[in-house]
């Protein structure tokens, strides 16, 4: 048929029983006509105790060492994989990153894939072996040091290869079906998503979806991979991500794709800023020079008594420290006169193509707020996407009414399948 | 000073107390003005416990995904070795095997090293870091996969760094003192010995002693690396094996170096075996080609009144059966009587270069064992040893007749230093 490339998480290979049940999945795809390339990620809480292990010996770990230590965790899944493969009489090898050919840049513990050269891998499946390769890792193209990717570290090595190898399709198995029209822990009748195009994906993701990483749908989408979101315990389609509808899936993008939160961010709001050209600019260039990332920027019109406005801005909780500490520096240059800072919020965002050309969304979506009693404290707006800053507390219910609102709810009985008897 | 080669085993890297530990005193090294290159091996239980992993998931783990997966243990120990020395404000840098230029034949779980192209060690220690390199692993020559180097591997693989570095001395740090005239754990005057020929040391280790292996007194012999043996827990200086004596070491030899002791071992006799050219021969073939491995063999002369004798040898117990299965299949062309097979012996040997120009040691060795009450079953000698094999129950009693009869003990206040307090 074609080349698979699946990606299988820690979740999926927790334990013995895990790694079998997915090299039973493994051997289905090669038993289906197709050249099977596997990425596979450190089993369950290997990760963790390798963390716990160098914080005894070091409270610094080096970024090198650290690395070097952290890939152990793929090794081991891997080759069991492998072994578990060949038990079910396949023929199967692991790989590292760096036999892989995963050619990353030096930044330890974030490293970013500079190319790929999967020649072993080509080798090994066209001489009929199921190449299981381990995600997260590299080797550096200066130093020939091993590195790893950072969060999400294994998707993005899994779309990778799927890319260098000209692959038909990511499979990125996880613990859920797929991607949903909101988090099925917080909205009960949240749909599964079956097909969404890499630019709401992308959206639902850098707005707190955590199905999968930004990072990894940016790569898909530059390189044109369609992926296949999808349970590693049960047998049923999963939500595909892609330019166009897959097969047999709706050619009509819906109006809006999914309802996603966060409240993993903070706000933080400086007050009376004099408003006049190059302050914003003085304000942002300090919390770039500290390295925090920003992410919803908003500043109202100021009032013409004052001449004074206020900027707020979100950014990661881990981060406010060290941005109200940059802040606090330019003070005097900058003149403002108060900074506030509030880590109880959450970010609601409506996401969806269709916005563009059905005006009255953004109405519909205050009104739903507003009859859920929710106040809204921060508005912004990207083309296909709407996002408000709420408090915290309300985060759930906002959710939950902004997902009636546009009638993405489901039957309750078709909802989220958890686990399953596989196809 | 020089370059020093410091291996470390699993024992002494059991924990990260361990691993503080160990960072020490290889900060010790390098700060007596030694470039320091540290081989080091999984920590504690963990091999244990990836053996448990790949039978969970594979009742025959396949030899290449098996190296892949051991090899997870070095790559833990050895960064957070590095990342404890680099926390006593030291320079680290980890390597694998294959980075160390550790080149191997593809023989998976037991394979040997073929070169040693050490160029990323050489470059990094110039550099003024401490190299750490993993034991115990390579990689193959023709396919670029990942071995290992089976049993008392990482010695191997320090003293094969040695050599290819022009080391001046290659430590093998333990949780012993040293060797010992005899296992201290039997002969409570055992006394530690302070310097041991290589000749000696190979005798010894094929004799049953466990602190080195023949393999790496052999490799460490063919390139003349003097080997220093000692504890990674006291400050004692150890037992230096090596063709000359070092520094204040003894000029003169000892008559006898030890008395070793093995109880690992089976005995097979093959009963009535027609004595004629050709008939030994079509025995010890049936065994190599069952991939056994012997020690002892054993033929007398044979019975003038029926032309028949007995053959019998020592071999693993482990290997028994395999090779009571390949005798059984020559029984009809060798025209033998009977097998039997006895797996309650233990080899007991004396080791000494001494002995060469001492004509009585022989006879000393018999009176011992005789005034002992020990029955003497089968005898073997070579140049340097004298070897007897007894009943299992007898070995401790027969060690310890021995050991005095040849005036090794030492006052027992000297004897045995476990841990310390340093130097």
């Not at 899994?158 to 198995?173: F, T």
Request: glycine share 8%.
């Amino acid at each position: 048929m074609g080349l698979v490339v699946q990606k299988y998480g820690g979740s999926s290979v927790a334990d013995a029983e895990g790694i079998k049940r997915v090299a039973k999945r493994v051997v289905e795809a090669k038993k289906n006509g197709n050249q099977v390339v596997v990425v596979v990620s450190a089993m369950g809480d290997t990760t963790d105790e390798l963390i716990d292990l160098a914080q005894e010996v070091s409270p610094i770990p080096s970024g090198r060492e650290f690395d070097m230590l952290l890939t152990a965790g793929e090794r081991i899944s891997m080759a069991l994989l492998a072994m578990a493969i060949k038990n079910l009489g396949h023929e199967a090898q692991s790989f590292t990153g760096s036999q892989a050919g995963v050619i990353t840049d030096s930044v330890h513990n974030k490293a970013r894939i500079i190319d790929v050269t999967p020649g072993r891998i080509k080798t090994s499946v066209d001489e009929g072996n199921i190449a299981i390769v381990a995600g997260f890792q590299g080797v550096s193209q200066d130093k020939k040091d091993i590195t790893t990717l950072g969060r999400g570290g294994s998707d993005t090595t899994a779309v990778a290869l799927a890319a260098a190898l000209n692959a038909d399709v990511c499979e990125i198995y996880t613990d859920v079906d797929g991607v949903f029209t909101a988090d099925p822990r917080v909205v009960k009748k949240a749909r599964k998503i079956d097909w969404i195009s890499f630019e709401d994906m992308l959206e639902l993701a850098s707005s707190g979806s955590k199905v999968l990483l930004h990072r990894c749908v940016e790569y898909a989408r530059r390189y044109n991979i369609p992926i296949h979101v999808r349970s590693s315990f049960s047998g049923l389609k999963g939500t595909w991500v892609s330019n166009e509808p897959q097969g047999d899936q709706p050619m009509e993008q819906a109006i809006i794709s999914g309802v996603a939160h966060d409240t993993s961010e903070a706000k933080v709001t400086v007050v009376g800023v004099p408003d006049k050209p190059g302050e914003a600019a003085r304000i942002f260039r300090a919390i770039a020079d500290s390295e925090v990332n920003i992410d919803m920027v908003v500043q109202n019109v100021s009032a013409a008594s004052t001449g004074l406005t206020d900027i707020s801005f979100t950014l990661p909780k881990a981060e406010g420290r060290k941005a109200v500490a940059a802040l606090e520096k330019t003070r005097a240059a900058v003149g403002f006169d108060s900074l506030r800072y509030d880590d109880q919020i959450a970010k609601i965002s409506l996401v969806g193509a269709g916005m563009k050309t059905n005006p009255g969304v953004t109405a519909t979506f205050f009104e739903a707020l507003s009859n859920a009693g929710v106040n809204i404290e921060l508005i912004s707006t990207s083309e296909i996407r709407i996002s408000v800053v709420t408090r915290a507390d309300d985060v759930n219910e906002a959710v939950r009414a902004v997902h009636t609102a546009f009638g993405l709810d489901t039957d309750s009985d078709e909802a989220v399948v958890y686990g399953g008897t596989g196809r």
